[in-house]
């Protein structure tokens, strides 16, 4: 079982293509003006919503992120405009609490080559970054914070990459699921 599991993890595959996930769709042209939907997750001990809310323009740049899938949309994927959930993970309960939106499109991350920070990495080439951030702008707070129990209740929400994927600290949604979560939060 576990050659298995190696031999499907070449160096040929793609990170984002592993464990039999496609994600074509995140990375697949955009027609104009449209919008593709995201969800960061963070520890509200380490930073959370609030504290977004309390940054200078209610605006941070979303770093340290050191998962290739993750890094994949940050670096790919997120474009300017896009909107974002803000997930508190690691809490009791782990909820969704508000919404952002991307204002800055994917950069190196600088967290990388900085040796005192806790997401220096001695591998990362600063003429060849590894890692890259995106700068998030707080939007709102949601009406009605929605834990994972709930979340993990809706049939809808089934295939949501967060209900799937879990170690994800940034994930796609889908336009379906985004107006799902949107009612439920009323």
Sequence with gaps: MAAKKKAGRSSAARPDQREG????????PRKSGEKRYWLVKS?????????????????????GVRNFTARNFLRHGMK??????????????????????????GYPDHSALDRNDPHFDPGS???????F?????????LP??????????????AAMALLRIGRLSVSPVRPDEWEVIMAMAG
């Design 21 to 28: 996930t496609s994600w074509d769709w995140v990375f697949a």
């Design 144 to 157: 009605r914070p929605l834990p994972l129990p709930e979340l993990r209740g809706r049939n809808e929400l």
């Design 133 to 141: 951030m995106v700068d998030v702008r707080a939007v709102r707070a």
């Design 80 to 105: 300017l405009g896009d909107p974002v959930l803000f997930y508190h993970s690691n809490a009791m309960p782990s909820v969704i609490v508000g919404v952002c939106e991307v204002v800055r499109e």
């Design 125 to 131: 080439d600063p003429d060849d970054p590894t890692w």
């Design 43 to 63: 520890e509200p001990d380490v930073f959370s919503f609030d504290d977004l809310m309390s940054r200078p323009d209610r605006t941070t740049h979303w770093d």
